[in-house]
Nanobody, 119 residues
């Protein structure tokens, strides 16, 4: 069974930095992309950043220039470097893998990690 496990969340003051990590494990045949999403209370889950197998990246306008997504080998590990954090970045951050495993092709989610930015 595929698992995605996030880490690196926490409490930080505005202007500070955090680095999130996501590690995928299990019987994964191939990756298409990996992405970071976030969900604040009362809000819908939104895409923060994504990276494809070829290395192409995509960012939400609200984080461009502040956040950087990167990957390890074969997309099994993905990182989100978050700089110049703002209180509005406070949310639960989720890792999502678009991949093919023994079940089939689709999105697989991690359990989330809380990021809280104090003003």
């Amino acid at each position: 069974q595929v698992q995605l496990v996030e880490s690196g969340g926490g409490l930080v003051q505005a202007g500070g930095s955090l680095r999130l990590s996501c590690v995928a494990s299990g019987s994964i045949f191939s990756f298409n992309s990996m992405g970071w999403y976030r969900q604040a209370p009362g809000n819908q889950r939104e895409l923060v950043a994504s990276i494809t197998r070829s290395g192409s990246t995509n960012y939400a306008d609200s984080v461009k220039g502040r956040f950087t997504i990167s990957r390890g080998n074969a997309l099994k590990t993905v990182y989100l470097q978050m700089n110049s954090l703002k209180p509005e970045d406070t949310a639960v951050y989720y890792c999502k893998g678009s991949l093919t495993d023994s079940i089939g092709s689709g999105g697989r989610w991690g359990q989330g990690t809380q990021v809280t930015v104090s003003s």
